[in-house]
Nanobody, 121 residues
């Protein structure tokens, strides 16, 4: 059974930083493309960024480009989302997703339970 467990969310002031982690089990992590998504209250889930199996390629939503960085450690079966220069509009529940295709999308098969990120102004 596949499990994706996010952690690292919390409350931070605007301009601050957080690092989210997503630990995976039950799948061959090194063969899994990974993505981060977020969902704010009253809004649809949206793509934040993704990383290929090797970690050599990443993609980001325009809204986070230059501020967020995705990385992965295949030995630890963990993907990370480093978030800098956080803005109140980054407030959302953040989810990681795994997929055999790239990039993961909102219809990807495997999802974590999410971690709340709140950015105060």
């Amino acid at each position: 059974q596949v499990h994706l467990v996010e952690s690292g969310g919390g409350l931070v002031q605007a301009g601050g930083s957080l690092r989210l982690s997503c630990a995976a089990s039950g799948l061959t992590f090194s063969f899994s493309n990974m993505g981060w998504f977020r969902q704010a209250p009253g809004k649809e889930r949206e793509f934040v960024g993704s990383i290929t199996t090797s970690g050599h390629n990443t993609d980001y939503a325009d809204s986070v480009k230059g501020r967020f960085t995705i990385s992965r450690d295949n030995a630890k079966a963990t993907v990370y989302l480093r978030m800098n220069s956080l803005k109140p509009e980054d407030t959302a529940v953040y989810y990681c997703a795994a997929d055999t295709s790239y990039p993961p999308t909102t219809t990807s098969r495997w999802w974590g339970q999410g971690t709340q990120v709140t950015v105060s102004s």
